[in-house]
T-cell receptor, first 117, second 116 residues
Framework: DAGVIQSPRHEVTEMGQEVTLRCKPI?????LFWYRQTMMRGLELLIY????????DSGMPEDRFSAKMPNASFSTLKIQPSEPRDSAVYFC???????????????FGPGTRLTVL | KQEVTQIPAALSVPEGENLVLNCSFT??????LQWFRQDPGKGLTSLLL?????REQTSGRLNASLDKSSGRSTLYIAASQPGDSATYLC???????????????FGKGTLLTVNP
């Protein structure tokens, strides 16, 4: 398996523009996670999906952020309008969970480095 | 609210030395704890996952321990090599996440440098 695939790897945009980040999870995984990493705050969970349904979006910073998972093999994270403080590395991760919730090893993609000027 | 702390923030050692990285968490109600490695400009690679019922896990030169009652975990690296240089993060999956059963809370990591 190719692992979790993210695109683009780098994105530079101007304040006010719309940004769309993409993720393809590992085939067969039923959980998908979006994280943001900054120097100040470290790695933070933004939202996660189970079987394409958003389960917890409490980490989404504000209404400018939205995420979708139209099918089991694709998810997007959109920022509209973007602001300089959104500059960070955005990671997607996927996981396959057991029935007893006892095991959940997450596998991360390489990340998208977003710079908003 | 679960908080995860990693000490030290940075560590520099000579090649061949054994070393220990520390991770502490405030809420002991966890499902598991996971150690990751992150290379500069790269994503996270899972190293070891310890279930809440386990005391330790081993993989090659790595050994991770878990003391859930005291809220501590250590990652032991034996005979360190320059290739071990990276940032090491620990993350806990908490039971008290307001119904969010799969939320991982991360520490900020320890930046390890192994000098040849």
């Amino acid at each position: 398996d190719a692992g979790v695939i993210q695109s683009p790897r780098h994105e530079v945009t101007e304040m006010g523009q719309e940004v769309t980040l993409r993720c393809k999870p590992i085939s067969g995984h039923d959980y998908l996670f979006w994280y943001r990493q900054t120097m100040m705050r470290g790695l933070e969970l933004l939202i996660y999906f189970n079987n394409n349904v958003p389960i917890d979006d409490s980490g989404m910073p504000e209404d400018r952020f939205s995420a979708k998972m139209p099918n089991a093999s694709f998810s997007t994270l959109k920022i509209q309008p973007s602001e300089p403080r959104d500059s960070a590395v955005y990671f997607c991760a996927s996981s396959n969970a057991d029935r007893a919730f006892g095991y959940n090893e997450q596998f991360f993609g390489p990340g998208t480095r977003l710079t908003v000027l | 609210k679960q908080e995860v702390t990693q000490i030290p923030a940075a560590l520099s050692v000579p090649e061949g030395e054994n070393l220990v990285l520390n991770c502490s968490f405030t809420d002991s109600a966890i499902y598991n704890l996971q150690w990751f490695r992150q290379d500069p400009g790269k994503g996270l690679t899972s190293l070891l996952l310890i279930q809440s019922s386990q005391r330790e896990q081993t993989s090659g030169r790595l050994n991770a321990s878990l003391d859930k009652s005291s809220g501590r975990s250590t990652l032991y690296i034996a005979a360190s090599q320059p290739g071990d240089s990276a940032t090491y993060l620990c993350a806990v999956r908490g039971r008290n996440s307001g119904g969010s059963n799969y939320k991982l809370t991360f520490g900020k990591g320890t930046l390890l440098t192994v000098n040849p």
